[in-house]
């Protein structure tokens, strides 16, 4: 509309405002100024709604900010809390993030040294593999799937812990308390009954189970000079001490052969292919100290029991045929077991190595022993029955060595010795009867004949 | 026990005493063990054989000292039952000999008769 009243024709486009009407009277241009607006008369109704945008306001009071969502890329602020609902109430300022309970934080994650207070469940995923921290102290381990977890478990300060049970409901678990660490295979409902348990206290470290056993890794070749074996030493406050040790071995000569030997003291038994052999800490035989031997002698033992006679001779005739004869063995003169250049290993009391130490394998000489038995190749050619045949032979691991029980020469002795007392008996029957036939004779002619078995009878 | 683990195999002659001499010499005697060990099942079974400390004084090559045990001696089982087995033998010939001369005094007599 121009100044003369005249409207002009409406334009094509009006980029989105359109006129509206302000007042109800005709106001020219620029009548109204800020002077003409009396104050506080532009009321809540006059303006209109979303009118007012951030650049129409200065300051803010947050206090009026009591209902809706309050949207914002940044918000700053000294201390943001949640109203308090049934006593509950979180609070996150500079210290940190507070979860109350009324007057307590059960709650916090604290900025000054990054401490987390969680006095709930602790849930690390809500299925699948995850670990759940109770309030107690025990942690619990998932499976991918299922609920049969493993757990440590916080006894009162001391610990157990244990993996999954299985259909029997057994695991295994570590229990560590003031007075031992033990490792140990059993119920785990109850925890009694341990099939197997390996313990270390004050005093000992001990093992229980059906089946204890040492596995010796050969795989990583010869560890040192003696190979590949189970060792017993001692130690003091010093380290080991390189004396009064057993070895136990599988023989690398012979590989069905296993030792165990004392290495200062010079003697050993092999168990070898069928029997034990006492030996030094080589495989030369060594003596046996002990106060009998018992043989297995019940008939109920044994087969083809029989009256002693081999083909047409009788025991005393054997004892005849290979006589006894005495000896010395060849390694009582032989020079005593030495190391092969062997160093000890040892550690300190923490575990540490120490400088190795020679392994002391020299022995002072014995006396030579007389010994008395009959040969064995002797008894080949009239007894080969009681010869062993495969015993190792001397100085190896070979069999073909010749070998008697001792059992059976004193057995054969025994024989022997019945049959010579039925013959003393047999003779003295004779000369009872000689005695009587002479004292028939009145001829006066003396015959010394006293029925003793003395070669002056 | 074989020649190939022995040296000085020789004929048995202790202390100028033949092993008949021997047995004789130094007869078994009975023993009951001792319970002075450590409760074995040994304890108050009846043995028999020689006694050490008498072989001993007969030839002290005989025993064995044993080293744990000073002045304590042994003896080796296996010459205890080399010792019968000599001692047997030595014993049979001795009973043969008798054995012929009881024939021969028979034979004598019947002729005498």
Excluded: C
């Amino acid at each position: 509309v121009d100044r003369n009243g005249n409207a002009s024709p409406p334009s094509e486009t009006s980029d989105g405002v359109l006129p509206k009407q302000l007042v109800n009277i005709d106001i020219g241009p620029d009548a109204i100024s800020r002077v003409q607006i009396i104050d506080g008369e532009i009321v809540r109704a006059k303006i209109a709604d979303l009118a007012v945008n951030s650049a129409k306001i200065e300051e803010i009071e947050v206090g009026k900010l009591r209902a809706g969502t309050m949207t914002a890329n940044v918000v700053v602020g000294g201390r943001f809390s949640t109203p308090v609902v049934n006593g509950n109430q979180v609070q996150f300022d500079n210290a940190g993030i507070r979860l109350y309970q009324g007057n307590t934080v059960v709650g916090r994650w604290q900025v000054s040294d990054a401490s987390m207070l969680v006095t709930g469940t602790y849930l690390s995923a809500l299925s699948g593999r995850r670990i759940n921290i109770l309030p107690s102290g025990t942690m619990l381990f998932y499976p991918s799937a299922g609920t049969n977890f493993g757990f440590i478990e916080n006894l009162d300060g001391d610990l157990r812990m244990s993996g999954q049970f299985n259909q029997d409901q057994r695991a295994g678990y570590l229990l560590i308390d003031e007075t031992r660490a033990a490792l140990t295979y059993s119920q785990i409902a109850t925890y009694n009954k341990p099939r197997a348990r390996f313990q270390v206290d004050p005093i000992a470290a001990a093992s229980w189970a059906p089946i204890i056993s040492a596995r010796i890794d050969r795989s990583l070749g010869q560890p040192d000079s003696l190979g590949p074996r189970w060792l017993y030493t001692n130690f003091s406050a010093s380290g080991d001490i390189g004396t009064s040790i057993v070895h136990l071995q599988q023989l690398s000569a012979a590989s069905n052969h296993a030792v165990m030997y004392g290495a200062n003291s010079d003697a050993g038994i092999v168990f070898d292919s069928g029997f034990i052999g006492v030996v030094h800490n080589n495989i030369n035989p060594a003596d046996v100290h002990a106060s009998g031997f018992i043989q297995v002698s019940a008939l109920a033992a044994k087969r083809d029991v029989a009256p002693v006679r081999f083909g047409g001779a009788s025991a005393a005739r054997i004892t005849q045929l290979a006589r006894a004869r005495s000896f010395y063995y060849h390694h009582e003169f032989e020079a005593r077991p030495q190391s092969p250049g062997t160093m000890l290993r040892r550690f300190d009391d923490e575990g540490n190595d120490i400088d190795p130490v020679p392994g002391e394998w020299t022995h002072p000489p014995r006396r030579p022993v007389m010994h008395v038995g009959p040969m064995a190749d002797d008894l080949l050619a009239v007894a080969p029955q009681i010869v062993h045949t495969d015993l190792p032979q001397r100085g190896t691991v070979d069999s073909g060595g010749l070998g008697l029980s001792v059992g059976t020469v004193a057995g054969l002795a025994y024989a022997a010795a019945g049959e010579l007392a039925d013959a003393h008996d047999a003779l003295a029957a004779q000369v009872a009867a000689l005695q009587t036939r002479l004292d028939r004779l009145d001829d006066g002619v003396p015959i010394v004949v006293d029925g003793t078995l003395t070669e002056d009878s | 026990m074989s020649t190939q683990d022995g040296v000085g195999s020789t004929e048995i002659a202790v202390a100028n005493l033949s092993p008949l001499q021997l047995v004789q010499a130094a007869r078994a005697v009975e023993t009951t063990q001792s319970s002075g060990g450590s409760g074995g099942t040994g304890d108050g079974q009846t043995a028999y054989g020689p006694a050490a400390a008498t072989l001993a004084a007969i030839d002290p090559t005989l025993v064995v000292t044993l080293s744990d045990t000073p002045g304590d001696v042994a003896v080796n089982i296996t010459n205890v039952a080399g010792l019968a087995w000599a001692a047997a033998a030595e014993a049979g010939d001795r009973v043969a000999a008798l054995e012929t001369r009881v024939r021969d005094l028979e034979r004598r007599l019947a002729e005498f008769l």
